[in-house]
């Protein structure tokens, strides 16, 4: 790797702020909202099944029943995404995540809720989840005409909503009511719906054609398989997510309970998200050639996090390795959403997107679950610096990958922001 590979192109000054879009100001507003009531599922779920007396086992029942259908599902969320169009796929997902949470807004208040209620409630929102996820990406050079600032903006705006998501959620428990606090991710559903309904005239037109489901699965699977810079980012992500990604949340959040207590461990997960918040700042402002090479750089600081506990630095310095692994990953962020977003062609965008996101994330569940025999067999901080370990190599070898290093940016066409249509890579 060279100083040409992550030299900074000057920022183009005939793209606009993706503010000056009413349309991105409108999705902006739109995921915001969605990105809050995710931020304050975890804390009002857990709340609501320990109340109803089902202990740490049924909160692990109710999260599966959640997870196992986006990761089912998220592929047909797809296509139908580009069947039907991302904004109508994800309006409809609003709708009925929205409606999940005041059923179960209402069985909390009038009932003694069973556990089956709230297991079949969480597999409703995470089916919808499946049908909303995949239409983000193909939204995005719809609404902005810089893609890389726009992609910043919303990785910023998920890091406060992940920072304010779960303390909101604590003090609605604490203060009103769990029945409330799931009014409450309800409504920010309906806001996201409602930011998402006037976005229906975008440029994107459905896919009229009479192809069966199977052979549209297999066009995005085509898509996804052509492209080697893709795949290899995706194969190697695989193996972040099971030996990194899956181990760290777990045993780095023990460790750090234990080691500095649960308000330090609080402020170190502030930390890291203050990082993540400076990644998606420089993710506006700098803009490398080669962006891939560029955000898998950045990555290597993530390895910090993890090293972190497993050698017991001090409160000071575990934050601010927490800064900079925030900022890395924020960073990397950017970079990648911004290349998919830049090179795929719209018309199968979002089919491309959901063998992103199944890619990525249906690993990380399997390498929490073995997270903790691993930490019982040869201890937490062993299973937490063979993580670090793996995660450089994992950096290494998508750097190593000619077609990675090779990708440079892409060129965009103005008027994605007001409409206009974006040639195909």
Same mark, same amino acid.
């Given at each position: 790797?060279?100083?040409?590979?992550?030299?900074?192109?000057?920022?183009?000054?005939?793209?606009?702020?993706?503010?000056?879009?009413?349309?991105? %100001?409108?999705?902006?507003?739109?995921?915001?909202?969605?990105?809050?009531?995710?931020?304050?599922?975890?804390? *009002?779920?857990?709340?609501?099944?320990? $109340?109803?007396?089902?202990?740490?086992?049924?909160?692990?029942?109710?999260?599966?029943?959640? /997870? +196992?259908?986006?990761?089912?599902?998220?592929?047909?969320? #797809?296509?139908?995404?580009? !069947?039907?169009?991302?904004?109508?796929?994800?309006?409809?997902?609003?709708?009925?995540?929205?409606?999940?949470?005041?059923?179960?807004?209402?069985?909390?208040? *009038?009932?003694?809720?069973?556990?089956?209620?709230?297991?079949?409630?969480? @597999?409703?929102?995470?089916?919808?989840?499946?049908?909303?996820?995949?239409?983000?990406?193909?939204?995005?050079?719809?609404?902005?005409?810089?893609?890389?600032?726009?992609?910043?903006?919303?990785?910023?705006?998920?890091?406060?909503?992940?920072?304010?998501?779960?303390?909101? +959620?604590?003090?609605?428990?604490?203060?009103?009511?769990?029945?409330?606090?799931?009014?409450?991710?309800?409504?920010?559903?309906?806001?996201? +719906?409602?930011?998402?309904?006037?976005?229906?005239?975008?440029?994107?037109?459905?896919?009229?054609?009479?192809?069966? /489901?199977?052979?549209?699965?297999?066009?995005?699977?085509?898509?996804? %398989?052509? !492209?080697?810079?893709?795949?290899?980012?995706?194969?190697?992500? +695989?193996?972040?997510?099971?030996?990194?990604?899956?181990?760290?949340?777990?045993?780095?959040?023990?460790?750090?309970?234990?080691?500095? $207590?649960?308000?330090?461990?609080?402020?170190?997960?502030?930390?890291?998200?203050?990082?993540?918040?400076?990644?998606?700042?420089?993710? /506006? %402002?700098?803009?490398?050639?080669?962006?891939?090479?560029? #955000?898998?750089?950045?990555?290597?600081?993530? *390895?910090?996090?993890?090293?972190?506990?497993?050698?017991?630095?001090?409160?000071?310095?575990?934050?601010?390795?927490?800064?900079?692994?925030?900022?890395?990953?924020?960073?990397?962020?950017?970079?990648? @959403?911004?290349?998919?977003?830049?090179?795929?062609?719209?018309?199968?965008?979002?089919?491309?997107?959901?063998?992103?996101?199944?890619?990525?994330?249906?690993?990380?569940?399997?390498?929490?679950?073995?997270?903790?025999?691993?930490?019982?067999?040869?201890?937490?901080?062993?299973?937490?610096?063979?993580?670090?370990?793996?995660?450089?190599?994992?950096?290494?070898?998508?750097?190593?990958?000619?077609?990675?290093?090779?990708?440079?940016?892409?060129?965009?066409?103005?008027?994605?922001?007001?409409?206009?249509? !974006?040639?195909?890579?």
């Amino acid at each position: 790797m060279t100083m040409d590979d992550v030299r900074v192109r000057p920022e183009p000054e005939a793209l606009p702020s993706p503010w000056q879009s009413g349309r991105f %100001r409108l999705f902006f507003t739109a995921r915001s909202a969605s990105l809050l009531a995710d931020g304050m599922l975890m804390v *009002s779920l857990t709340t609501a099944v320990l $109340g109803a007396g089902y202990g740490a086992g049924g909160v692990g029942y109710a999260l599966a029943a959640w /997870m +196992a259908p986006i990761a089912l599902l998220v592929l047909f969320g #797809g296509v139908l995404a580009d !069947r039907f169009t991302p904004q109508v796929m994800m309006v409809g997902a609003d709708v009925v995540r929205m409606v999940a949470m005041l059923t179960l807004a209402v069985l909390l208040i *009038s009932t003694d809720v069973r556990l089956w209620h709230i297991m079949a409630l969480l @597999a409703l929102s995470g089916a919808a989840t499946a049908m909303f996820q995949p239409g983000l990406a193909s939204m995005i050079p719809q609404v902005a005409d810089d893609i890389q600032r726009a992609n910043a903006l919303l990785r910023i705006s998920e890091a406060i909503c992940t920072l304010l998501g779960p303390g909101l +959620a604590g003090l609605l428990v604490a203060y009103w009511d769990v029945a409330g606090s799931f009014l409450v991710i309800a409504a920010a559903f309906a806001l996201s +719906a409602l930011g998402l309904a006037p976005l229906r005239k975008l440029s994107t037109a459905r896919d009229e054609s009479d192809e069966p /489901m199977s052979r549209r699965l297999v066009t995005g699977w085509h898509e996804f %398989r052509s !492209r080697s810079w893709l795949w290899g980012v995706i194969a190697v992500w +695989a193996v972040y997510g099971l030996f990194v990604f899956g181990p760290a949340l777990p045993l780095g959040a023990a460790l750090l309970t234990e080691q500095h $207590g649960a308000s330090g461990y609080g402020w170190i997960a502030s930390a890291d998200g203050a990082g993540t918040i400076i990644g998606g700042l420089l993710g /506006m %402002r700098v803009r490398p050639t080669r962006p891939l090479v560029a #955000g898998a750089s950045a990555m290597f600081f993530f *390895s910090l996090n993890p090293l972190a506990p497993a050698l017991g630095w001090s409160f000071t310095v575990t934050a601010l390795t927490g800064v900079v692994a925030g900022c890395g990953f924020a960073f990397w962020g950017v970079m990648w @959403a911004t290349s998919v977003q830049s090179h795929i062609p719209l018309a199968v965008l979002s089919r491309v997107s959901a063998y992103d996101v199944a890619g990525s994330i249906m690993v990380i569940p399997l390498g929490r679950a073995l997270a903790g025999p691993a930490a019982g067999l040869v201890g937490a901080d062993h299973v937490l610096l063979f993580s670090s370990v793996v995660g450089v190599l994992c950096i290494g070898a998508m750097l190593a990958i000619p077609a990675i290093r090779g990708l440079g940016r892409a060129p965009q066409a103005p008027g994605a922001g007001d409409g206009g249509s !974006r040639p195909a890579v």
